[in-house]
């Protein structure tokens, strides 16, 4: 029987291609096989021609040592003592750790081992590829680990325990010295994936830091993509990048930025700084800076400061606070103290404050509400609409009843024509126009004709301090048009509807602010107790009066000044 033997030195065996060699042929199918190529010679040195025997091992030395894989292949053909096999066709050589010297050998039809040992050289391809490891996996053979980069990266459990995850892929990076984890990439979840950087993890199923430094996915399919010190710690969270960012409950997102956090379930902070969107499902924030949104679906698209605390709100601006459901809340930067920020008072309110007004339909608003319609059609519409109206109803205007001067004030380039249409058809035709108090208390009407009629005022008395009518009330039925409280000195205590003026010794100027009805007169009254004093009042047309005061002294009357009231009321 022929054979190869290493003591007559007429044994040559050549290695062709020794490094596990990933090659994907036309069908698509993946060898994990090594080409081994060698040539046989008999004892006269003679090229062995037919079939032999050879049995395969790889040691982790050159001699002795321990022989990490074997295989048999039997009736190998053999011609002009060259033959070729494919290494791992019987037994697999995913069991194999290509990461350490390998030396190979190889027994003829069951004799001595040949000598010496193969050393496994890279193919020049392999050779770039220095520094990455297969690492066999956990609980399935045929999804091992792929760890590159620094010798620290790991493919493991972080601290005791031994988990050996499955199909994990560090591509690069790390660092850091020996037994260090500082700086390594560590991906200890099974279908992990660490695109590089240093100090990352990946610490659960399918979960990927794409780079960067000192980020971490803790939960199932988080995902990190880069920045620095970055977490995803909820089920299918993400962080895009930015530094110090969080997203800590269930697919929660934080785009970018830095120091955000998304902590409620599907959350979504997409940038800026100091963000906080922990409501329990939906919050958003757009962005800006120290912004939070804690209600279900609440939203700040940006800005600063603000806070959308209801479900469904809405808070935009600067220090806008939406504390109630549905309520949407925008705050402009008139007012910098934090205690006087816009805050919601109720459900479903509509808050703006905008100091240089609110335009509609137009871009620089000349009042706080300016409403302009394009197709020069209504421009304000109050009330709401009815099934039958065409327009709305019991629309309201209210101002501020403290002010003493006319609550509603129409302005027109023109003549000023008021039209009411109360069957919203587009005409006047059954319409009348009614000044009234409250609704109930007619002051007078036009009918559609023009005529006028007056009302009568039936409202109770209204009196003020010491028994003075009200500003602008009603005393016994009568409208009070004007008052004035005069002292002893000529100074004015109080006045309503008029001003006064001192003209000399117990004489006084009274104008008033707007011109008496036909047949009105005011009248004075003298406040002094004891002396005989006597006060009169002349019109001066329907604009103003005179006002002379006559003291009693040495026995006749002669002017002086005394305190006294006037006023002019009466029915319109």
Not at 55 to 76: I, M, S
Not at 514 to 538: F, R
């Amino acid at each position: 029987m022929t054979h190869a033997s290493h003591h007559t030195n007429r044994t040559c065996l050549l290695l062709l291609l020794a490094a596990l060699l990933w090659s994907v042929p036309a069908q698509g199918q993946v060898s994990e096989t090594i080409a081994y190529q060698g040539y046989l010679t008999d004892t006269d040195g003679e090229p062995l021609d037919g079939s032999v025997n050879l049995n395969f091992r790889l040691y982790d030395a050159p001699a002795g040592g321990t022989a990490l894989w074997a295989e048999d292949q039997l009736g190998v053909r053999v011609a002009g003592g060259v033959f070729s096999v494919q290494l791992g066709q019987e037994e697999p050589l995913d069991g194999v750790a290509f990461d350490q010297s390998l030396w190979l050998a190889v027994r003829v039809n069951g004799g001595d081992e040949l000598a010496p040992r193969v050393p496994l050289s890279a193919t020049p391809y392999a050779l770039g590829l220095r520094g990455l490891r297969v690492i066999p996996s956990g609980d399935d053979d045929d999804a091992p680990n792929l760890v590159g980069g620094h010798v620290n990266n790991r493919a493991g459990e972080i601290g005791p325990g031994g988990f050996l995850p499955q199909g994990v892929t560090i591509s690069g990076g790390g660092g850091g010295t020996p037994g260090n984890d500082t700086e390594a990439n560590i991906a200890a979840g099974n279908y992990g994936t660490i695109g590089g950087g240093r100090g990352n993890r990946a610490t659960a199923t399918a979960t990927t830091v794409g780079g960067g430094q000192f980020n971490e996915a803790l939960t199932g399919y988080g995902t990190v993509g880069g920045g620095q010190n970055n977490t995803a710690s909820g089920e299918g969270t993400t962080v895009g990048g930015g530094s110090g960012n969080t997203a800590n409950q269930a697919f929660a997102v934080v785009g970018g930025g830095r120091d955000n956090t998304a902590n409620g379930n599907d959350a979504t902070v997409a940038g800026g700084r100091g963000n906080v969107a922990n409501g329990a499902f939906n919050a958003t924030v757009g962005g800006g800076a120290e912004n939070t949104a804690s209600g279900i679906s609440a939203t700040v698209p940006g800005g600063n400061g603000n806070s959308a605390r209801g479900a469904a709100s809405f808070a935009a601006g600067s220090r806008a606070i939406a504390n109630h459901s549905g309520t949407f809340v925008w705050n402009d930067r008139s007012v910098t103290s934090g205690a006087d920020s816009l805050v919601s008072t109720g459900e479903n309110q509509f808050l703006i404050r905008a100091a240089g007004g609110v335009g509609i339909g137009v871009n620089a608003p000349e009042g706080a509400l300016h409403v302009t319609h394009p197709e020069d059609d209504m421009d304000l519409i109050l009330g709401g609409a009815g099934e039958d109206a065409l327009f709305g109803d019991d629309g309201m205007i209210a101002s501020d009843p403290s002010l003493p001067s006319s609550d509603l004030l129409l302005i027109s380039n023109d003549a000023l024509g008021v039209i009411l249409d109360a069957d919203g058809d587009g005409d006047a035709a059954s319409s009348e126009f009614i000044v009234a108090d409250n609704g109930l208390t007619e002051a007078f009407r036009v009918d559609l004709s023009g005529t006028t009629s007056t009302g009568h005022l039936e409202l109770e008395d209204d009196l003020g301090a010491d028994d003075a009518p009200a500003e602008g009330g009603v005393y016994r039925d009568n409208v009070v048009y004007a008052w004035a409280h005069v002292n002893a000195d000529g100074s004015v205590a109080a006045s309503f509807g008029c001003t006064v003026t001192r003209l000399g010794l117990g004489r006084y100027r009274i104008d008033y602010d707007q011109a008496l009805p036909n047949g009105m007169a005011p009248v004075v009254t003298p406040l002094s107790a004891n002396d005989p004093v006597i006060a009169t009042a002349a019109p001066s047309g329907n604009d103003g009066a005179t006002v002379v005061v006559f003291d009693f002294v040495g026995g006749q009357f002669q002017n002086g000044d005394r305190p006294f009231f006037l006023q002019v009321v009466g029915r319109p």
